[in-house]
């Protein structure tokens, strides 16, 4: 979540043409991905010598996997982000990509909420699920139509237009990433 969180600042901050902001809010995001690199790997020493079953122990190692893609499609984000000349962007072009971070975030609070809710009430881990996958589909939408507004536009030098190009696919890879998760919930609720 402080990856996701932190990317939406960045963004934010880039596309006010604030700098020094834009550029703490990638050092977290940066920060927020190596923590999730260590706790990812120590969860998996963990599984690998506990006494679950094989079957729960593989289930939560690809959780983590695809919780940790989260983050790492966040610092990916933040790395074009860092590329982008924000002040040659027409305001159209970086409103849509402070939208399609917005969804992301969201979808993020909805995995947050699924992942907390799979042991315990995993009835209500499915339902925060559906609402990621919604939540997904919302930013493959923005994602649409960042592109169509980006094809339209004449005044963006070839550069800037293939980092925003790919600003936005980035970004839409946080969601896709928090819905590859949430179906990996899914399964491991219906195992149990």
Same mark, same amino acid.
């Given at each position: 979540?402080?990856? *996701?969180?932190?990317? #939406?600042?960045? *963004?934010?901050?880039?596309? /006010?043409?604030?700098e020094k902001e834009a550029k703490a809010a990638i050092e977290?995001?940066?920060?927020s991905?190596?923590?999730?690199?260590s706790l990812r790997r120590a969860v998996m020493t963990d599984l690998a010598g506990g006494e679950m079953p094989p079957v729960d122990r593989e289930d939560l190692m690809h959780l983590m996997k695809r919780v940790d893609m989260v983050a790492d499609w966040c610092r990916e984000s933040t790395r074009i982000?860092?590329? *982008?000349p924000m002040n040659d962007v027409p305001e159209k072009l970086r409103e849509a990509v402070v939208k399609m971070v917005e969804g992301a975030k969201e979808c993020a609070a909805a995995l947050y909420r699924c992942i907390n809710r799979m042991a315990e009430k995993?009835?209500?881990?499915m339902k925060a699920a559906d609402e990621v996958e919604r939540l997904e589909e919302k930013v493959d939408d923005l994602h649409e139509n960042a592109r169509r507004?980006?094809?339209? #536009?004449?005044?963006?030098?070839?550069g800037a237009a293939v980092l925003m190009n790919e600003l936005y696919d980035s970004v839409e890879m946080v969601? /896709?990433?928090?819905?590859?998760?949430? /179906?990996q919930v899914r399964i491991i609720v219906v195992r149990r």
């Open positions: 979540m402080n990856a *996701v969180e932190d990317l #939406e600042k960045a *963004v934010k901050a880039s596309v /006010d043409l604030n977290r995001v940066t920060n991905e190596k923590e999730a690199d982000l860092a590329a *982008v995993p009835e209500e881990a507004l980006l094809a339209k #536009e004449e005044k963006l030098n070839v969601a /896709d990433w928090c819905e590859d998760a949430c /179906d």
